[in-house]
T-cell receptor, first 111, second 110 residues
Framework: DAGVIQSPRHEVTEMGQEVTLRCKPISGHNSLFWYRQTMMRGLELLIY????????DSGMPEDRFSAKMPNASFSTLKIQPSEPRDSAVYFC?????????FGPGTRLTVL | EDKVVQSPLSLVVHEGDTVTLNCSYE??????LLWYKQEKKAPTFLFML????IEKKSGRLSSILDKKELFSILNITATQTGDSAVYLCAVNFGNEKLTFGTGTRLTIIP
């Protein structure tokens, strides 16, 4: 198995632009998680899905952030409009039981 | 509020030393505790401890869970420079979510 796949690996954009991050979970996993990691705040859960349904989005910072999971093999995290404080590494993880497997992350820089 | 606290925040030791990393949690409902290692990339899974598996060992790494006192420790013996990383503790409080601690940054000096 290829593991969790994320794209792009790096994204540099200007403030105000729309950013879309993509994730393909491990086949057969039924839960998918989006995290954000910064030096200041550590690893924060933004939202998670179970069987493609959003279960808990209480970690989503504000309305500028949205996430979708149209099918079991694909999810997106969108930021519109982006701001410099959104700069971070965004991880996607998937699981079947308690153990979560992380993707390589997307390093987002908003100028 | 469910909470996971790790200590120390950082630790610097010499190669060959033994280290103990701590993780305590406040819980409303406990299902499992997991340890991850994070180098300059994504966290990678080390151990999972549950009520039915309170001690795990893999090579030089071992971990125990004390459900009564609500803590876990991760031991690394005969440390090597490749053990330098951030070690994350995470707790499952009864659903699919993991609540992560802030991590312990371990640096091994050759």
């Amino acid at each position: 198995d290829a593991g969790v796949i994320q794209s792009p690996r790096h994204e540099v954009t200007e403030m105000g632009q729309e950013v879309t991050l993509r994730c393909k979970p491990i086949s057969g996993h039924n839960s998918l998680f989006w995290y954000r990691q910064t030096m200041m705040r550590g690893l924060e859960l933004l939202i998670y899905f179970n069987n493609n349904v959003p279960i808990d989005d209480s970690g989503m910072p504000e309305d500028r952030f949205s996430a979708k999971m149209p099918n079991a093999s694909f999810s997106t995290l969108k930021i519109q409009p982006s701001e410099p404080r959104d700069s971070a590494v965004y991880f996607c993880a998937s699981s079947l039981w308690d153990e979560q497997f992380f993707g390589p992350g997307t390093r987002l820089t908003v100028l | 509020e469910d909470k996971v606290v790790q200590s120390p925040l950082s630790l610097v030791v010499h190669e060959g030393d033994t280290v103990t990393l701590n993780c305590s949690y406040e819980v409303t409902n406990f299902r499992s505790l997991l340890w991850y290692k994070q180098e300059k990339k994504a966290p990678t899974f080390l151990f999972m401890l549950t009520s039915s598996g309170i001690e795990k060992k893999s090579g030089r790494l071992s971990s125990i869970l004390d459900k009564k006192e609500l803590f876990s420790i991760l031991n690394i013996t005969a440390t090597q420079t490749g053990d330098s990383a951030v070690y994350l503790c995470a707790v499952n409080f009864g659903n699919e979510k993991l609540t992560f601690g802030t991590g312990t940054r371990l640096t091994i000096i050759p």
